[in-house]
Structure formats: structure tokens, C-alpha cells
């Protein structure tokens, strides 16, 4: 239905009906959109070494550039759908933009990296809008389940080409200038889509029984970055420190809150009674693990190749089209398989390519800084990342009754993300603690001069080897440098093998924890729910 002043009021799209006036200009604001998100996204991986370099960073002030970004899309992810319905998906793309061209901005023109977290934060928020605003955009506007998914797999291409392509454009605007210059693009990026989805994109809501669920945001947000707060800061500060210790305390107890105020919520952000279902409990589990593991693995290697081994960000980018290029040049053919196989198999399948990758890469030589030993097994991951990420909100939505799809697929979104969020932060505290206590270790039994050794020991204990790895080659402490090296390469080796057990057990799940159990859709059968408006789900799921 379209009102008078343009807006369309979806109840739903009819299957066969004619296509949307403004369809195709609002598939291409939207596409524009989504790129740009993961542009913002992305953009980091390749220059983590220069911005150790250039702010002086240690390895949690890292972690917390990757974790910033997803904690905002994963803490707001429902309550931005919500604010679509309610008020327009135009107008939350437009603002979402707005947000990452502000956080490039401030990104920038960081003077220290507690700033560069900050501008990661407002592109994470940014980013957390543009993704369902452009998606449900677009599904609004769509007639039919064919139209749909066509629409869509359109959507999750750009995505998946932004994801690949913005690390090696930000190596390449870092080599002919500065980090910084990278940041400015982006901006401009941002810019031009916004402009784009203002001209382009038609206005759509669906403010039907929408409400905000206050309490249930709060305790949730709270409750999650308290917790990751001491997971990243662990390593360095201590564990037993009381400033860690008392984050994971009253995290826990938020998020204890937060089950407790959705268990008796109208309107929840997070309908717990999903999980009395088997199977969407253990493919939700699966989707939480497997994209630990993923995405642990990518932050390993942008550490690995930046701050561990120095190499040019433009190296690191190529290797990042190994690692997400896939999802992109395999949409046409997962697609296909999504209607000719299982999709749980498909997913099984994914992770367990991603498992063998990650026990490729414990095989790698720190002291080796050549490409050909990242070859094959970064392939291997981008492959089954391919299989998996697309598969995965098609298990999780065949598993439950069409009813549940929207609600089923908002939930499966937001877990997916939360993975993503822990790989970073897992794999700093694995790496990071492994490393300092190998180091110290090295140090205690090395025949360095009194001096170097002391200096080591002090630079260590404040910022970690990592600190002691890059200290010039005349800098008290830097006859350390050797061991520094090899106790990150000890420790970024154990990160790896964790996320190679991870996705492991998460292709055990997947494999038998759904024995027994028979989908309400079978491959090939297409869901389509309510969560902000109708969605496909088979074959779309966002990485």
C-alpha cells in the first residue's frame, strides 16, 4: 500500500504481483548502502600494523578497533529495526550514512587510538543501521519470492564485495599516502550514498505492534560490553585484576537481568522461546562458534602479517580477498546448491573447510614473511565461509514454523554477529596471554645483557610483546626483539588452533546435533517471515 505522500505501508509482498514503482532505484540505493557498511567494516584489517606504528598501540588497544565496530551492530541491531518500521527504512539508511561518514571523520583525524576506537564505534552504528534499513527496503518493495531472492542475492554480493575489496583499497590509499587517507575515502563513500538513497530509494514502514523493548536494550548492551571489556583487557591488565574481575562480575549479572526482563517482555528484542526448539538451538549455537571462528581467524592474520610481522598492508590485502573474495564470486553457485543439497550440510561442509584452514595456518613460520604458506589455507576459509554464511540462516529458519520465520531470522542475525564480535576478542586474549607468558618464559633464560633484558621485561609487562616486537633497533629492550617475535608467533599459532577447534566443533553440532530432527522447509523450500518486514531467508544471510 502507498500513501499520498509516497511511503509505502507493507503488509507484504504478494506472490506474482507486478513490480514496485521505485523497486529498482531503491535495489540500487540499497546495494550502494550495504557496500559501504562493510567498506566500514572491513577497513581496519589491512592497517592494524600502521596504526601501531603511528599511535603507538599495544595488542588490547587493537582488539578494541576490530570489537568496537561489531559490539555497535550487535548491541543495537534490534532496536535499529524497530526505529525502520517505526519511522522509515529511507530515513535509517540515511542516517546510518550519515553516522559512517561522521566516524570516518573523527577516525581520520584520530590523534590516539582511544579516538580511532571512537570513530569505530559511530561506523559500527552507523553500519548496525544500514544493514537491516537497506535490507527490509528492499524486501518491501519486492513482489514475489523469486523478485525477492533475486533482490537480495543482489544485496549480499555488493556486501560480500565490499567485505573483500576494502582491505586491499586501504593498503593501496595507505601506500600512496597515509592510514589516514583510507578514512577520507571512505567519507566520500559514505557521502555519495547517502546522497543516493535520498534521491533513489523510496520510503517503506511497517509500524504494525512495534515497539521499543528499553529495558531488555539496555541490560543487553550493559551486559555484553562488560563482559568483553575484561575479555579484551585480560591478557594485559591481569585476569585477576579487580577492574577485569568486576566487568565480567556485573556483566554477567546484566546479562542474567536481560534473560530475566525478556522472559516477561511483551515486545521482546530476543524471543527466548525460540530455543525450546532443538534444532534452532543447536544451529544457533553453530552460527555463534562457526563465526568465531571465521572471523578469529581473519583478525589473526591481520595481526600475524601488521603489527607481528611488519609486511606492507597492501600484502595484507590481497590475502583478505582470499579470505572473503569467495563469498562473493561463490553467490551464484551456493545459491544453487542452497536449492539442490541440505542446507545443513552445506554448512557442515563450511565449517569444516574452515577448520582445516585454521589448522593449516598453526603450521605457518613467524619468521617467514613470504605469501605462498597463506595460500591454501586462506582459500580454504573463504570457501567454507562461502558455504557456510549463506547457509546458515536457511538451517536455522527451516528449523522452526513459518510463523517464527521474521523473529527467527532477526535472532539468527544478531548471534551470527555475536560471533563475530567474540573471534577478535577470543583470539586477542588466547594470542596475547600465550604470548606474554611465552615470553617472559624466553626472557627469563636468554644470555641478553642485564640492561636490554630489564628494559624487556619493564616494556612487556606494560604493553606486552607486541610492544617489545616493535621497538627500533636501538631502543633499550630491543635485543629482545627475536624472542618477541617467536612468543607472538607461539601465540597468534595457539589463536589460530582455537579457532580451528571451534569450527570443528561447530560442524559437530550441525552434523549430529540435528539427527532425528525433521525442517519444516526442506532444501530448495524458501521461508519468509516478518522481522521488519517479509525476508527471505535461504541463501541470505549477511557476513
Known amino acids: 500500500m502507498t500513501l499520498n505522500n509516497g511511503t509505502v505501508v507493507s503488509p507484504g509482498p504478494t506472490a506474482g504481483a507486478a513490480r514496485t514503482p521505485g523497486y529498482a532505484a531503491t535495489l540500487a540505493a540499497a546495494c550502494g548502502a550495504v557496500f559501504v557498511a562493510q567498506?566500514?567494516?572491513?577497513l581496519p584489517a589491512s592497517l592494524n600494523g600502521l596504526f601501531q606504528e603511528d599511535l603507538h598501540t599495544h595488542g588490547s588497544q587493537l582488539t578494541w578497533i576490530t570489537a568496537a565496530f561489531m559490539i555497535a551492530?550487535?548491541?543495537?541491531?534490534f532496536?535499529?529495526?524497530?526505529?525502520?518500521?517505526?519511522?522509515?527504512?529511507?530515513?535509517?539508511?540515511?542516517?546510518?550514512?550519515?553516522?559512517?561518514?561522521?566516524g570516518s571523520t573523527v577516525a581520520a583525524l584520530a590523534p590516539t587510538v582511544q579516538v580511532l576506537w571512537i570513530g569505530a564505534g559511530l561506523n559500527g552504528l552507523g553500519a548496525g543501521a544500514m544493514f537491516p534499513g537497506s535490507l527490509t527496503a528492499i524486501t518491501a518493495l519486492s513482489r514475489g519470492m523469486r523478485q525477492r531472492a533475486h533482490a537480495v542475492a543482489l544485496w549480499s554480493g555488493f556486501l560480500s564485495a565490499g567485505a573483500a575489496v576494502s582491505p586491499l583499497a586501504g593498503g593501496m590509499f595507505a601506500k600512496i599516502g597515509s592510514w589516514r587517507g583510507s578514512f577520507w575515502v571512505l567519507v566520500g563513500l559514505a557521502l555519495v550514498s547517502m546522497v543516493l538513497t535520498m534521491v533513489l530509494?523510496?520510503?517503506?514502514?511497517?509500524?504494525?505492534?512495534?515497539?521499543?523493548?528499553?529495558?531488555g536494550q539496555i541490560t543487553f548492551a550493559v551486559g555484553l560490553v562488560l563482559v568483553l571489556f575484561g575479555a579484551v583487557e585480560g591478557p594485559e591488565s591481569g585476569w585477576g585484576t579487580l577492574p577485569v574481575m568486576l566487568s565480567f562480575a556485573l556483566g554477567v549479572c546484566f546479562l542474567a537481568g536481560f534473560v530475566v526482563v525478556e522472559l516477561g517482555a511483551d515486545s521482546p528484542i530476543f524471543d527466548l522461546k525460540l530455543f525450546r526448539n532443538r534444532a534452532f538451538t543447536v544451529s544457533s549455537a553453530a552460527a555463534v562458534i562457526g563465526m568465531l571462528a571465521f572471523l578469529g581467524a581473519c583478525f589473526a592474520t591481520s595481526m600475524w602479517m601488521g603489527p607481528v610481522q611488519h609486511q606492507d598492508p597492501m600484502r595484507v590485502g590481497i590475502l583478505f580477498l582470499l579470505l572473503q573474495g569467495p563469498a562473493f564470486v561463490l553467490i551464484p553457485v551456493v545459491s544453487r546448491l542452497l536449492h539442490q543439497v541440505a542446507p545443513a550440510w552445506l554448512l557442515t561442509s563450511g565449517f569444516v573447510l574452515i577448520a582445516a584452514g585454521c589448522l593449516l595456518f598453526t603450521r605457518l613460520d613467524v619468521n617467514d614473511p613470504g605469501l605462498g604458506a597463506f595460500i591454501a589455507p586462506a582459500l580454504l576459509i573463504g570457501i567454507g565461509f562461502a558455504l557456510s554464511i549463506s547457509s546458515v540462516t536457511a538451517v536455522a529458519l527451516n528449523s522452526v514454523p513459518p510463523n517464527l520465520a521474521g523473529m527467527a531470522s532477526a535472532t539468527t542475525n544478531m548471534l551470527r554477529d555475536l560471533g563475530f564480535v567474540l573471534g577478535p576478542v577470543v583470539v586477542g586474549a588466547v594470542a596475547l596471554s600465550n604470548a606474554g607468558s611465552t615470553f617472559a618464559t624466553s626472557l627469563s633464560g636468554a644470555g641478553l645483557p642485564t640492561a636490554q633484558r630489564a628494559a624487556a621485561r619493564e616494556i612487556a609487562a606494560t604493553d606486552g610483546p607486541l610492544a617489545v616486537n616493535s621497538l627500533p633497533p636501538t631502543a633499550p629492550g630491543s635485543a629482545a626483539h627475536g624472542l618477541a617475535l617467536d612468543a607472538l608467533g607461539s601465540g597468534f599459532s595457539t589463536?589460530?588452533?582455537?579457532?580451528?577447534?571451534?569450527?570443528?566443533?561447530?560442524?559437530a553440532l550441525t552434523a549430529f546435533g540435528m539427527i532425528g530432527l525433521h525442517a519444516h522447509g526442506g532444501a530448495g523450500h524458501e521461508v519468509t517471515g516478518h522481522e521488519d518486514s517479509p525476508e527471505p531467508v535461504a541463501g541470505t544471510a549477511r557476513p
Open 495 to 507: 589463536a589460530y588452533l582455537v579457532c580451528g577447534v571451534a569450527a570443528a566443533v561447530a560442524a
Open 201 to 215: 530509494a523510496t520510503e517503506s514502514k511497517a509500524p504494525q505492534s512495534r515497539r521499543f523493548d528499553v529495558s
Open 39 to 42: 567498506v566500514a567494516n572491513a
Open 73 to 77: 551492530v550487535v548491541c543495537f541491531e
Open 79 to 102: 532496536t535499529f529495526g524497530v526505529l525502520g518500521d517505526l519511522f522509515g527504512r529511507r530515513r535509517l539508511v540515511v542516517a546510518g550514512t550519515a553516522l559512517v561518514a561522521v
